[in-house]
């Protein structure tokens, strides 16, 4: 089964087609997630953003990552920027409140990490936390984890 598996996304990738090799999106444990579908690494002072695998897989291909200006200000709930993929373009909302303070600039060359690895590579944002009770208001990974189960089943 592997080796068949392996041939055939050689094949697909030979032939350029996009494959999936996954039935689920991942969560990751230390991580606080917005409804929105984006995630939080929270650092001291400083919050990584970027969206989550399960929009991600929703989203198909990532084609463009509209990055915000770095310096500028964030308020938690409030857009930041956009992902553009080969099936639609999705508003992407800030979970924190705070100031901009670095953007990933890979993704402008290769907007398709936010695909291959939307927890390390794929991150968008960092923001500088002005108000860290916010973060109270996310949730943790078992309750995002639900939160996508039940979303999903609606559809």
Known sequence: MASRL????????YLRISVSHRGFASVVKDLKYAESHEWVKVDGNTATVGITDHAQDHL??????????????????SGFGAV??????????????????????????????VNSSPYEKGWIMKVEVKDASE????KNSDDYAKFCDEEDAKH
Not at 60 to 77: H, N, R
Not at 88 to 113: K, R
Not at 135 to 138: A, I, K, M, N, R
């Open 135 to 138: 973060l109270d208001t996310l």
């Open 84 to 113: 553009e993929s080969v099936k639609a373009t999705s508003d992407v909302y800030s979970p924190v409140s705070g100031n901009v303070i670095e953007v990933n600039e890979e993704l402008n060359n290769s907007p398709g990490l």
């Open 6 to 13: 392996l041939w055939a996304s050689r094949a697909a990738s």
């Open 60 to 77: 198909g291909d990532v084609v463009f990552v509209e990055l915000p200006e770095v310096g500028a200000t964030v308020s938690q709930g």
